[in-house]
């Protein structure tokens, strides 16, 4: 690693350095001496009582392998910011890398490091930020803190630093197939074989098991566990556990789920707002007519008029078809349905519901019901649209579109990209703890016999087979929010002024894209700079080609040309893991703790007659105390900040040293603040208030 080498020796206070056929001596007092600043993390068990050695590298040689030490004194404390004068007998040049070793004292004691500076002999300051753990005998070379595209490298040295460092992460973080049809996923069977700079700090506050069963204990109801199986009496039963844990949405869900308007309000601004989409054409297998819905139209026009005056939308969950109900329970069986629900915008802009199937087929078993059927028919109708929205919420727009895509990216960002690199120090807050939350998922909670089969109606492997069907219409372009909302035709703010997700996540969106736009210019003059970035070239190439194993249908690209693709791809990747999965993930109390608003099973079958249903075959279909319990437990846990948790514009671990860099990120907070004023600003009154989207309260990673 040194430029030079040489052998000390001590002879009446002086220093000798021999170095080929000549030496030089040196008074202690002239030699070259440098301050050696170190910074230890201040989470549980960052200190360490393990030795540490630094050896600091130049351009003309290296000092010596140098025992950190302070006699007397206990070093490496956590939160401790510890100097050490560090001389060298000749000059090594300027300093291009630092090299810490940690040795065991008495046994492994894991160390983080958050960053080391050095002052030279000159005054000059140089910083090295590390941010990462060392472990049993660890050595971490570490350079300093400008970032730099590999073209930018030039010597040797860095060269082969940057080949080294990435060879080692691709033997660490290996792709692995978890189910056949899934994005890859780490090589890991459990948390706790997952790299060390990539675990929960404490993996007892990610324990799915313990978590849940803190939540159910907390929200008292475990009271009603020992009745695993019993049905409840009526709503009012529901009501008697649900007013010790209601908050202000949730009441308000409550006290409305059955009216028209909450129902369709949720499509905008709920926990699933994705499934909504303009209705250009009804479908042949959804045989709606004038006749049926004239009652529900309210401008004197014909079905047909109103479905050209863009004024129909529609959800169809297609997607549940043969999805496998969960049988892991023989004594309580489940269902399932696939239901198609039209949408109209009456004259005050509200969306509301005028027809559902609760099929894909239309026929004498699978009635189309309507507002103007008997009240139990159309509430039980409803009920189903929404177990179905929970069902396609959980497991395709939260498990798959967020948590599963971020973590690909991330794997493909360990695997190609150096830690030096401005897309890793831009990106690595964002997909911090993704890969330890989805690990210990695939550990405890969506596993074969895991928590997810103790309430969900597509336990038992319906989860699965739901995930392997959208990958199949799983594209980068439906990631690209604006795109993603103009696809389903419902990017007019004229024709739905109400749709605050679209609103609020076109706002953020912006955002994001302006500071990575700053980001890219620094760093890139030109679209060639990109094109000749190898390690940006590889990333986008791993992402498509392992993990999204290359399917045709994905069209992921597998290399950036310009600029401006690079600015969408990284804008997409910051989205995804920031806004989408704080849109979708942190409602999920508010919208889905009223139980029959968003049931996660159903114990009857659906419906294929009019006329026959009364509350007490509503109240039988719903979930029971069991499964209603550890629902609300699931939902709670999902919808809670981490501790310490990182929003977005927050980034305490300065990887960037950059002026250039510090500006946009001062420009990107304002931007955000603004947006968060605006927001807040809008909500003031409302008793639906949106606030999902809202910056201060997105996180920066997906991280629960």
């Known amino acids: ?31 070259p001496c440098y301050t050696v600043t170190v910074a230890t993390g201040s989470q549980w068990f960052a200190g360490t009582d393990d030795y540490i050695y630094l050896t600091l590298v130049g351009t003309e040689g290296c000092s010596e392998r140098t025992l950190l030490d302070k006699p007397l004194y206990n070093d490496f404390e956590r939160g401790a910011v510890d100097s050490y004068d560090i001389t060298v007998g ?33 005054g000059d300051y140089i910083e090295f930020p590390c941010f990462r753990w060392l472990v049993d005998d660890k050595e971490v070379i570490l350079r300093d803190g400008r970032a730099r595209l590999p073209q930018d490298d030039k010597t040797r040295v860095a060269k082969q630093h940057r080949r080294k460092e990435l060879e080692t992460r691709q033997k660490t973080f290996r792709w692995k197939e978890w189910h056949p049809g899934f994005p890859m996923s780490i090589d890991a069977k459990a948390h706790k074989e997952l790299p060390r700079d990539i675990q929960f700090d ?8 313990l978590n849940y069963s803190k939540a159910i204990e907390n929200l008292y109801v475990n009271q009603f566990m020992h009745m695993f199986q019993s049905s409840w009496g009526d709503f009012s039963d529901f009501e008697r556990i649900f007013m010790r844990i209601k908050n202000t949405i949730s009441e308000y869900v409550m006290q409305h789920w059955k009216e028209d308007f909450m129902f369709g309000y949720q499509f905008l601004n709920g926990c699933n707002p994705v499934m909504i989409q303009k209705c250009t054409q009804i479908p042949k297998k959804f045989p709606v007519t004038h006749e049926m819905v004239a009652d529900c139209l309210e401008r004197d026009l014909t079905l047909e008029e109103e479905l050209k005056a863009g004024n129909l939308y529609i959800a169809d969950y297609e997607i549940m078809e043969d999805i496998t109900a969960n049988a892991t329970d023989p004594c309580t069986p489940q269902y399932l349905a696939a239901p198609i629900c039209l949408l109209y915008k009456n004259s005050q802009n509200k ?88 690990t210990k998922a695939r550990e405890q909670l969506i ?28 594209t980068y372009k439906s990631l690209c929010f604006p795109e993603s909302i103009k696809a389903r035709g419902m990017e007019s703010q004229e024709e739905l002024p109400y749709y605050y997700y679209r609103d609020d996540g076109n706002k953020v969106w912006e955002a994001i894209k302006s500071f990575v736009t700053d980001m890219i210019n620094i760093y890139y003059a030109s679209d060639e700079t990109v094109q000749e970035d190898e390690e940006i070239q590889a990333f986008v ?150 606030y999902y989207l809202s910056p201060d309260r997105i996180p920066n990673s997906v991280a629960v």
């Open 447 to 474: 596993c074969e016999n895991g928590l997810f089969d103790k309430a969900n109606g597509t336990g038992g492997g319906g989860h699965v087979q739901l995930v392997q069907k959208a990958m199949k219409t799983f």
């Open 1 to 31: 690693m040194c430029a030079t080498e040489g052998e000390m020796h001590s002879a009446r206070g002086c220093r000798v350095y021999k170095y080929r056929n000549w030496s030089v001596s040196f008074s202690k007092s002239r030699m």
């Open 541 to 690: 190439k791993d992402v498509c080609s392992f993990g999204m194993q290359d399917f045709d249908y994905c069209e992921f690209p597998k290399s950036v040309q310009t600029r401006e693709q690079l600015v969408e791809y990284l804008t997409v990747v910051i989205f995804t893991a920031s806004a989408q999965h704080a849109a979708i993930n942190f409602g999920q109390y508010d919208w889905c703790s009223w139980i029959p608003n968003a049931p996660p099973t159903m114990r009857n079958p659906p419906p294929t007659k009019k006329g026959q249903t009364d509350m007490k075959l509503i109240v039988e279909s719903l979930p029971d105390r069991g499964r209603s319990c550890w629902h609300l437990g699931a939902v709670w846990a999902l919808s809670q900040f981490q501790e310490n948790e990182l929003f977005l514009g927050m980034y305490p671990d300065e990887h960037f040293i950059e002026k250039p860099v510090k500006k946009a990120l001062e420009t990107f907070r304002e931007k955000l603040t603004e947006v968060s004023k605006l927001i807040k600003n809008r909500n003031e009154g409302k008793k639906l208030p949106y």
């Open 202 to 209: 404490s993996e007892k506050g990610v324990d799915f098991i």
């Open 90 to 122: 000749e000059n090594i040049g300027d300093i291009v890398l630092i090299k810490i070793e940690k040795k065991k004292y008495w046994v492994h004691d894991d160390w983080y490091c958050k960053y080391i500076t050095v002052k030279t002999p000159s």
């Open 351 to 438: 969306i509301l519901p005028i027809a559902i199937q609760l099929s894909q087929s239309p026929g004498e078993d699978s009635p189309i019901y309507l507002p103007s059927d008997d009240q139990h028919d159309w509430l039980l109708a409803k009920i189903w649209v929404r177990s179905s929205d929970f069902h396609v919420h959980q497991t395709v727009t939260h498990l798959l579109r967020t948590h599963l895509i971020s973590e690909v990216f991330g794997i493909a960002m360990f695997r190609q990209l150096s830690a030096v690199h401005p897309a890793y120090k831009l990106l690595l807050p964002h997909i911090r703890f993704t890969i330890a939350i989805n």
